[in-house]
């Protein structure tokens, strides 16, 4: 389920070490998911997405799983970087009505250590 | 392409006072939004316009309006600030169509304004 408390969730690992962040999503009409990053002071900016008709999708360097069953995505960064640290969010997306919306986690924050 | 902008970047308001939020777009996108992200947790959707002309309630619209005139810009009103309003704003902005085979439908962000409201 979400965090509604005032400190994020974080992960702390070295660098070069693989990172897997996880997220709960709410609603399973939900048909398209989302992983933002969000650095310190900037706008969430997209990482890569899934359909709900995937369990598995790459990019470089990272892969997000879905698991539809118990409603649980994850975001996998391979050989994470100092440039990875921020603030990890997933956003599940439904079209309701004449929209497509996006509900969001309260995030993730990860941090690289050197 | 500039992408979505927003002005301003920083303000101080007192309870009471009230202000307006401008956020531009330049990719010619149907939808635009407005949420508020608060320490610690996800953002939350205030308004939201499928199109020039309209606009519709999100999860948190007390004590905010908003118009769409043009399909450029979209603005967010404080009509009384209050010190709960006090928070991050984030503009977006996505296109009309729905889910394409292969294409992302992602929504595209601006840098945020931060508001304190004493």
């Known amino acids: 389920g979400e965090n509604v408390g005032l400190h994020l969730p974080t992960l702390s690992v070295q660098e070069g070490d693989n990172s897997i962040i996880n997220c709960a999503y709410s609603?399973?009409?939900?048909?398209?998911f989302i992983w933002y990053k969000q650095e310190s002071g900037k706008g969430p900016q997209f990482i890569i997405d899934?359909?709900?008709?995937?369990d598995k999708r790459q990019g470089q360097r990272v892969t997000v799983l879905l698991n539809k069953t118990v409603k649980h995505l994850s975001l996998q960064i391979a050989a994470t970087q100092p440039g990875d640290s921020a603030v990890y969010f997933c956003?599940?997306?439904?079209?309701?009505?004449?929209?497509?919306?996006?509900?969001f986690g309260t995030g993730t924050l990860l941090a690289v250590q050197p | 392409n500039a992408g979505v902008t927003q002005t301003p970047k920083f303000r101080v308001l007192k309870t009471g006072q009230s202000m307006t939020l401008l956020c531009a777009q330049d990719?010619?996108?149907?939808?635009m939004y407005w949420y508020r992200q608060d320490p610690g947790m996800g953002l939350r959707l205030i308004h939201y316009?499928?199109?020039?002309?309209?606009?519709a309630k999100g999860e948190v619209p007390d004590g905010y309006n908003v118009s769409r005139l043009k399909k450029q810009n979209f603005l967010l009103g404080l009509e009384s600030a209050a010190p709960s309003q006090t928070s991050v704003y984030f503009c977006?902005?996505?296109?009309?169509?729905?889910?394409?085979?292969?294409?992302?439908?992602?929504?595209?962000f601006g840098p945020g304004t931060r508001l304190t409201v004493l």
């Open positions: 316009s499928v199109g020039e002309g309209t606009t």
């Open positions: 990719m010619n996108h149907e939808y």
């Open positions: 977006a902005s996505s296109p009309n169509t729905y889910i394409l085979a292969g294409e992302p439908n992602e929504q595209f």
């Open positions: 956003a599940e997306n439904f079209y309701g009505g004449a929209t497509n919306k996006l509900i």
């Open positions: 609603n399973s009409a939900s048909d398209y």
């Open positions: 899934i359909r709900s008709n995937m």
